[in-house]
């Protein structure tokens, strides 16, 4: 899911209808359950992200050791240069290799998502005391 359907779908969902507060408090149990599920999926998807970078330094550093063969080579979209490079500069190429930088752009993205849904959720749980206060004011208001 895009980080812009999330917002979009809070956006609708974080409006408390103050007309009808029993029926937004007894929609607190299935906003969280719903965001929950959303977290779950995110969460899922940053983990086999994270999966995927780690075998993909794997095979870069074969790759800049010269150790891959000519299948693995052609498998993986890799091209073997005249340079050489030493061990101790390897973990440099490796974070600048572009499907390197894009591995971690889409884990950078992946996990402001998560952090979003995590802050969502947070003001999920924060809705019955939003509710409580504003039926509170309204009894205030009205005298009672």
Do not use: C
């Not at 408090?25 to 994270?50: C, M």
């Not at 979003?116 to 504003?134: A, W």
């Amino acid at each position: 899911m895009k980080l812009e359907e999330i917002s979009t779908l809070w956006a609708k969902d974080a409006n408390i209808d103050q007309s009808a507060m029993i029926s937004a408090a007894a929609n607190v149990p299935k906003l969280h359950a719903k965001y929950y599920q959303i977290l779950i999926d995110e969460r899922l998807l940053l983990i086999k992200l994270r999966q995927h970078q780690e075998a993909l330094e794997l095979i870069l550093e074969g790759f800049f050791a010269k150790t891959l063969t000519q299948a693995e080579l052609s498998q993986h979209g890799l091209v073997y240069g005249d340079k050489k490079v030493l061990r101790q500069d390897m973990a440099k190429h490796i974070g600048v290799h572009p499907k390197m930088v894009e591995i971690i752009t889409k884990i950078a993205v992946q996990t402001e998502k998560v952090k979003y849904i995590e802050d969502i959720l947070k003001q999920v749980h924060s809705m019955n005391y939003t509710i409580k206060n504003i039926i509170d004011m309204k009894k205030f208001e009205a005298g009672m």
